[in-house]
Every structure is written in C-alpha cells, then in structure tokens.
C-alpha cells in the first residue's frame, strides 16, 4: 500500500521518534555570529563585536 498522510497521521509514535531524533540531532551546523551591540548574560558583559558559537545541538540536547 503506498504511504499516504492520513497513514502517517495514524503514527504517532513514529512522529514522536522522528521530533526527538530531530532534536538530539539538529539537521543545522553551529553558527557564528557577532554581537552588533553589547549583550549581558547573566550579570556578564560582552562587548559589541564580540564573536561567538551558537550550536544547536548543545542547546537542544540535554545529556551529555
């Protein structure tokens, strides 16, 4: 039988297990970037033109 969405809609443990592989497993590369302006994290400065990593998998990832 070809796969369809209303067969898919009848899955949603696959959904499940596809959104979490997505998030453990973020499909995007770490960015770089470069503050236009200061920002303060937690009480710390970082000046304007600093550069800095973003990657997603440490953000969504909680375990190790």
Avoid: W
């Avoid at 998030?23 to 995007?28: A, F, N």
């Amino acid at each position: 039988a070809p796969i369809t969405a209303d067969l898919l809609a009848k899955m949603p443990l696959l959904d499940a297990f596809t959104r979490e592989t997505l998030r453990l497993y973020p499909p995007s590369r770490p960015a770089r970037r470069r503050l236009a302006e200061e920002l303060r994290v937690d009480g710390i400065a970082l000046p304007q033109e600093t550069r800095f990593l973003c990657d997603p998998h440490a953000i969504l990832c909680n375990g190790p």
